[in-house]
């Protein structure tokens, strides 16, 4: 990113394990300052008025006051700040009114992990920027972008009816970083990745995902990574080795973790 000064930065939202994920994410880019967070709409527009933030990332669904009608509010007290959204929130209507009150982007949370950082640059630069998934959709009416809308080049969908390959490993190490490797990349687009695997596998790839630069406690407090002890599902699978028991023990064990990742609103990868 090239950021000629340091850019002060207001984060908006009022789920906090949400808003340390963000924190942690802009400070990959030393030049990106928060200098205050806050959980609702109105106290936004407070500390807008009085820091005069060089950037405000706002959530939608926000107590007191809604973050649209935020936005409209810090346009008129902090006009020089820009506006980014980081919402779940995927309306048609939501994203064009919330695109309508001047703000510089609109970025789905689920797309955050890929997204944020590229958004924030072109949102900063003057042009903006729509996550993949709603540029896509025709969800922005391109008669209300005025400038040049950025949309990421990359975007992972997969058919419904697909197979899924089934890998043998001769080691443990070819293992982890394998597994290590699909876990990260499902979260750097955005998607839940879920994992069962002995207690020895998961301490494994924690540590290679840790030592990749993936902060592993905020990927499990935001159900980013849900990981499973395979002794669970084999527990319910005694004396001679049942195949069909234990696929069904560990399919109610995904679907678990599934329906947690779905709480998020997040696609899911499950391994």
């Given at each position: 990113?090239?950021?000629?000064?340091?850019?002060?930065?207001?984060?908006?939202?009022?789920?906090?394990?949400?808003?340390?994920?963000?924190?942690?994410?802009?400070?990959?880019?030393?030049?990106?300052?928060?200098?205050?967070?806050?959980?609702?709409?109105?106290?936004?527009?407070?500390?807008?008025?009085?820091?005069?933030?060089?950037?405000?990332?706002?959530?939608?669904?926000?107590?007191?006051?809604?973050?649209?009608?935020?936005?409209?509010?810090?346009?008129?007290?902090?006009?020089?700040?820009?506006?980014?959204?980081?919402?779940?929130?995927?309306?048609?209507?939501?994203?064009?009114?919330?695109?309508?009150?001047?703000?510089?982007?609109?970025?789905?949370?689920?797309?955050?992990a890929r997204s944020l950082l590229p958004a924030v640059e072109a949102v900063l630069q003057g042009q903006q920027f729509v996550s993949t998934s709603l540029a896509q959709r025709d969800?922005?009416?391109?008669?209300?972008?005025s400038s040049t809308v950025v949309v990421p080049q990359h975007s992972y969908k997969r058919d419904a009816r697909s197979r899924h390959p089934v890998d043998f490993y001769l080691e443990?190490?070819?293992?982890?970083?394998?597994?290590?490797?699909?876990?990260?990349?499902?979260?750097?687009?955005?998607?839940?990745?879920?994992?069962?695997?002995?207690?020895?596998?998961?301490?494994?790839?924690?540590?290679?995902?840790?030592?990749?630069?993936?902060?592993?406690?905020?990927?499990?407090?935001?159900?980013?990574?849900?990981?499973?002890?395979?002794?669970?599902?084999?527990?319910?699978?005694?004396?001679?080795?049942?195949?069909?028991?234990?696929?069904?023990?560990?399919?109610?064990?995904?679907?678990?973790?599934?329906?947690?990742?779905?709480?998020?609103?997040?696609?899911?990868?499950?391994?």
């Open positions: 990113m090239e950021i000629a000064k340091s850019v002060r930065v207001l984060v908006v939202d009022d789920y906090e394990a949400w808003r340390r994920f963000v924190c942690s994410t802009l400070q990959k880019r030393l030049e990106l300052q928060v200098i205050c967070e806050v959980s609702d709409g109105l106290e936004a527009v407070q500390r807008a008025k009085e820091l005069q933030p060089d950037l405000v990332l706002l959530d939608i669904g926000l107590p007191t006051l809604n973050g649209i009608e935020a936005a409209r509010q810090i346009r008129q007290l902090s006009p020089s700040s820009k506006i980014l959204f980081l919402s779940e929130n995927q309306s048609s209507d939501i994203v064009e009114e919330a695109i309508c009150t001047g703000a510089g982007g609109y970025v789905v949370k689920s797309d955050a969800l922005v009416a391109q008669d209300e972008i443990d190490s070819a293992f982890v970083a394998s597994f290590a490797n699909y876990i990260e990349t499902a979260i750097a687009n955005g998607k839940a990745a879920v994992l069962i695997a002995s207690e020895s596998h998961h301490a494994s790839i924690r540590q290679r995902l840790r030592s990749s630069g993936v902060d592993v406690d905020v990927a499990v407090e935001l159900n980013y990574y849900i990981s499973l002890d395979i002794a669970d599902s084999l527990s319910s699978v005694k004396g001679a080795f049942d195949g069909d028991r234990l696929a069904t023990a560990a399919s109610f064990r995904t679907v678990e973790a599934v329906r947690a990742a779905e709480q998020r609103h997040l696609h899911v990868a499950v391994g």
